[in-house]
């Protein structure tokens, strides 16, 4: 199914017993909150999707706060009309492998865009009126964390639609003590852009528009359509259009309508848009802290500024908060299901004995195939499977640091199976692959750090957790395990009473 926008998902989950409206107080602000012992308590009991309106130290007490919406791999696999998170990836990867299945988006008219019912011009901007703000954990500032952000190849003139968290400067404490300016803390935003050197397609748009002389526009458009957030956090290929493939997602096109002071489109049925430009000098800032999706505090991080020259938004808007931190947390399985989705589809084009691909909350790769022992196509198979998966196509399987591949009797979900398989089916010498010269995940606090302050450059541990017949067995002791169907019926008799 389609949803037209956030609103549309918020009240299927609503309608599934998945949401929660909330109006117990909770503190959001700077070093006083209490979301991130919120998020944690929800993590840790599989809590529902909540609506916050009543936020002590908020900005914007009238703008209520969306929160763990995606909170778990079911809610995430209703993005795209499933409950089963398998299923949804298999559809995910669908489209991801059938660029002929991707629709185009649709241009509609100002007056049919919801995001266009307040519009506030570049003169009257004033970032602590006019964007919520809260707070979790040590952070140092508060981020937008809810936006997808639409750039224009300055050559190519190509869009881009990329997921990059914002930092606002207002109300925000400088990591090293200094101190942010009127017009920084009113009038300008800093965007996670990894730009010199380029690490992510907005940064390769920045740079080259650095490199011409030339400004970058940009738009922010917060809280969407979480099938256009799956579409933007998934890695295809640079020049291609995410608003394309968001489309083949939804099985419609997503709505755009012009923004009011840059040449690029935007969802018309965003709940805000924040619309700015990069000028051609650049200016950068200190920011932090910031916690990351490892589980760990940035202290600080140098990260490029942009001027705001317009906000629109919906007459009641709604605003989205979350946290990175130690896993899980909110979105972490929304941002999974695109990594899973990169490495299922390319592996499946090329290896039919690959079911399914898992990656947990703190990035252990899994990967199960359909076969095992004998029925393996060749020996070593478990191994071959290793490199290709981190030969695979997309931004993250290269970036895999720990990888497991797996027997169809063992389940990818239950860490406890996965480690059963490594126990009973792994020696450490012969079955483990070190890899020394491997792409490092960018925050990955253990890996050496480059001039830029982030890690460029990592090792890789690939764990064949197959069964060894042929390469070291004829055959293999018989698992003792009760069969699924028993349980179950077994279960039913004890309804009622256990």
């Not at 002389?213 to 738009?219: D, V």
């Not at 063992?410 to 199976?417: G, I, N, Q, S, T």
Request: glycine letters at 8%; aromatic letters at 8%; charged letters at 20%.
């Amino acid at each position: 199914m389609a949803y037209r926008d956030l609103r549309d998902f918020l009240a299927q989950l609503e309608q599934q017993g998945q949401l929660r409206r909330v109006s117990v107080p909770f503190n959001v602000e700077r070093g006083r909150n209490e979301l991130q012992a919120l998020m944690r308590h929800l993590a840790q009991t599989d809590g529902p999707a909540l609506v916050l309106d009543r936020l002590e130290g908020y900005n914007t007490p009238g703008v209520p706060l969306v929160f763990n919406p995606y909170g778990t791999r079911e809610r995430t696999a209703m993005i795209l009309g499933t409950r089963d998170p398998l299923e949804a990836k298999l559809r995910h990867v669908k489209v991801l492998q059938e660029p002929g299945s991707w629709i185009k988006p649709t241009l509609v008219d100002r007056a049919r865009a919801p995001c266009k019912e307040v519009v506030i011009p570049r003169d009257q901007v004033s970032v602590d009126r006019h964007i919520p703000h809260v707070f979790f954990g040590r952070e140092g500032s508060s981020y937008i964390t809810g936006g997808v952000v639409v750039t224009k190849d300055p050559e190519t003139g190509v869009r881009n639609v990329g997921a990059y968290r914002v930092t606002s400067f207002w109300n925000c404490e400088h990591p090293q003590g200094g101190s942010y300016s009127e017009e920084q803390m009113k009038k300008q935003l800093s965007i996670f852009a990894f730009w010199n050197p380029p690490m992510n397609h907005i940064g390769l748009h920045l740079a080259r528009a650095q490199k011409l002389g030339r400004p970058l526009e940009l738009a922010i458009a917060c809280q969407v359509d979480p099938a256009l957030h799956l579409a933007c956090a998934t890695g295809i290929p640079f020049g291609m259009d995410e608003y394309d493939y968001a489309g083949g997602l939804r099985g419609s096109p997503v709505e755009l309508v012009k923004c009011e002071s840059v040449d690029l489109e935007v969802p018309a049925t965003a709940e805000y848009i924040i619309e700015g430009v990069f000028r051609p000098d650049v200016p950068t800032d200190i920011i932090g802290w910031h916690s990351n999706s490892v589980g760990y505090y940035d202290k600080h991080q140098i990260f490029p500024i942009f001027d705001i020259t317009a906000i629109t938004h919906r007459r009641d808007p709604l605003w989205y908060g979350t946290i990175e931190m130690m896993p899980p947390f909110d979105h972490n399985y929304m941002a999974l299901l695109p990594v899973e989705g990169e490495l299922l589809a390319d592996l499946q084009r090329k290896l039919p004995e690959v079911k399914d691909v898992v990656v947990t909350p703190n990035m252990t790769y899994i990967v199960q195939l359909n076969v095992d022992g004998a029925a393996k196509p060749h020996p070593e198979f478990g191994k071959y499977v290793l490199h290709a998966a981190w030969g695979a196509a997309g931004r993250w399987p290269r970036t895999a640091k720990i990888l497991v591949v797996v027997g169809p009797d063992v389940d990818p979900y239950d860490l406890e199976a996965v480690e059963w398989a490594i126990q009973t089916r792994v020696q450490p010498y012969s079955d483990i692959i070190i890899n020394r010269s491997a792409q490092a995940m960018v925050l990955d606090p253990s890996a050496p750090k480059g001039p830029q302050g982030f890690p460029t450059t990592s090792e890789q541990m690939g764990i064949d957790a197959t069964i060894k017949v042929p390469e070291r067995f004829s055959e293999y002791a018989e698992v003792s395990q009760a069969d699924p169907a028993q349980v179950r019926s077994v279960a039913a008799k004890l309804a009622g009473i256990l």
